[in-house]
């Protein structure tokens, strides 16, 4: 039997081609690009590489460019990161009750803060209906 794998939402598997490109990272450049030695400065380099090579392709500048370990921690900085810089503006967020838990988690994270969170409700289908959004906003949303 063909198994069908419906996840690629998480994670999907490696082309090949990508592997391929990628073996050097995992056997000859794998040193922490953090680090001042000699395989640290090698991967670093590399990875600045990778940046300019991402900024390019989306027509935005390198330092522009964040690495992330995950999707986990890409909410988290995203979600965290908004709150805070717009904190003056407002401190309400809307959001879902079906979200990932790293963006139910930093609500309730930033709820702890001070934030205040609108959980709106999604139909059968768990689809958001824009005027629930529409309706929750107010002039402290950010």
Do not use: W
């Amino acid at each position: 039997m063909r198994r069908i794998y419906f996840d690629h939402s998480a994670t999907t598997p490696v082309l090949p081609e990508v592997v391929e490109a990628m073996l050097p990272c995992f056997t000859q450049y794998f040193g922490n690009a953090s680090e001042p030695h000699l395989p640290g400065r090698e991967a670093k380099k590399l990875l600045e590489a990778s940046r300019e090579t991402v900024a390019r392709a989306i027509g935005a500048h390198s330092e522009e460019i964040i690495f992330t370990s995950g999707g986990t921690e890409s909410d988290n900085l995203a979600l965290k990161g908004v709150a805070e810089a717009l904190s003056k503006k407002g401190n309400h967020i809307i959001t879902s009750s079906i979200e990932h838990p790293a963006i139910g988690n930093t609500c309730k994270y930033l709820q702890r803060r001070g934030f205040e969170i609108t959980y709106v409700p999604v139909d059968k289908y768990a689809i958001v209906d824009p005027d629930h959004v529409a309706a929750a906003i107010t002039d402290r949303t950010i």
